[in-house]
Every structure is written in C-alpha cells, then in structure tokens.
Nanobody
Framework: QVQLVESGGGLVQAGGSLRLSCAAS????????MGWFRQAPGKEREFVSA????????YYADSVKGRCTISRDNAKNTVYLQMNSLKPEDTAVYYC????????????????WGQGTQVTVSS
C-alpha cells in the first residue's frame, strides 16, 4: 500500500507559477512511476505528466509541455510539478498517482492516488 499526499496548490494569477509536491509513503513498495493528473469541473480526469524512477524519462501532456517540469527526489520519496505561465484553463484539482511499472499516460494503469490539491488560476 502506498499513501500519497499532495501539497502546494492554491490561487494564482494568470502568468504565475506554482510548485506542487507529492510525498509518497509505504513500508513495502517504492513506486517506479509517479504521475500527475488533473480534473477540472465537469470534465474527465486527464494526464498531465509522469516520470520514471531515475528521472531520466519524463512525459507531458501537450497542453502543459514547455510550461511544466516534473521531477522527483527519491531520498525524500517526493515528486514535484513545477508549473509556470499558468492559464485559467489550468484550473483543476491536481492528483498525484503512482504505479510499479514504466511511465504511462492511461489513468487506469495507475494503482495509487492522492486526495488531490486545488489549483485555481484567475484571469
């Protein structure tokens, strides 16, 4: 079992930045892949970014490519999502997710989920 706790969300003006963090805790499992997803009101949850264990493989949705950077600190069991040049359409609840295999974009292939952190971007 893996517990994921997100932090770092908040209210920011368009063009601003936020850094999301996700701390993972488990006695028996170290997630190979960590990812971020988001869900806006009335919309389905969508892939944002994912990273493998070493950090050498990263993936981004086209909508955030060039504006977001995913990274991880395995010593701290924490994954980060640095978001820059935020837009109102980035407003959503951001979820951290983990799985044991290689990075993927499909929601149903992630085994563990956090509770989410709200990101609101005002225009």
């Amino acid at each position: 079992q893996v517990q994921l706790v997100e932090s770092g969300g908040g209210l920011v003006q368009a063009g601003g930045s936020l850094r999301l963090s996700c701390a993972a805790s488990s006695r028996t499992f170290s997630p190979s892949t960590m990812g971020w997803f988001r869900q806006a009101p009335g919309k389905e949850r969508e892939f944002v970014s994912a990273i493998n264990w070493s950090g050498g493989m990263t993936y981004y949705a086209d909508s955030v490519k060039g504006r977001c950077t995913i990274s991880r600190d395995n010593a701290k069991n924490t994954v980060y999502l640095q978001m820059n040049s935020l837009k109102p359409e980035d407003t959503a609840v951001y979820y951290c997710a983990a799985r044991g295999g290689r990075p993927v974009r499909r929601i149903n292939e992630f085994d563990y989920w956090g509770q989410g952190t709200q990101v609101t971007v005002s225009s």
